[in-house]
């Protein structure tokens, strides 16, 4: 059963941090993209970050330079570290994995930043 879970959303003021984790079981982690995106309300899903099978990471632009996304292949976890936070980073943030070889991909159900001060 694929089981992607994510955690550490909460409500920060602005300028402030948080780090999200990906747990992810059931899938070829290690040969796995993994994607953040973020829906904020009345909005369109956007992609914010990517990290490859090999580390590789790219960022939206306006997240760059303050979000990091890094990967822990031994415990099957991608950490998405936000600083300096803005209150248009509010949204709730999603986790999703691409098999590098049959291209399956998998959401978790989510969890919730609010940057407000």
């Known amino acids: 059963q694929v089981r992607l879970v994510e955690s550490g959303g909460g409500l920060v003021q602005p300028g402030g941090s948080l780090r999200l984790s990906c747990a992810a079981s059931?899938?070829?982690?290690?040969?796995?993209?993994i994607n953040w995106y973020r829906q904020a309300s009345g909005k369109q899903r956007e992609l914010v970050a990517t990290?490859?099978?090999?580390?590789?990471?790219t960022y939206t632009d306006s997240v760059k330079g303050r979000f990091t996304v890094s990967r822990d292949n031994a415990k099957n976890t991608v950490y998405l570290q936000m600083n300096s936070l803005k209150p248009e980073d509010t949204a709730v943030y999603y986790c999703?994995?691409?098999?590098?070889?049959?291209?399956?991909?998998?959401w978790g159900q989510g969890t919730q930043v609010t940057v407000s001060s």
């Open positions: 990290i490859t099978s090999g580390g590789i990471t």
């Open positions: 999703q994995s691409r098999d590098g070889a049959d291209g399956r991909r998998y």
């Open positions: 059931g899938i070829r982690f290690s040969f796995s993209l």
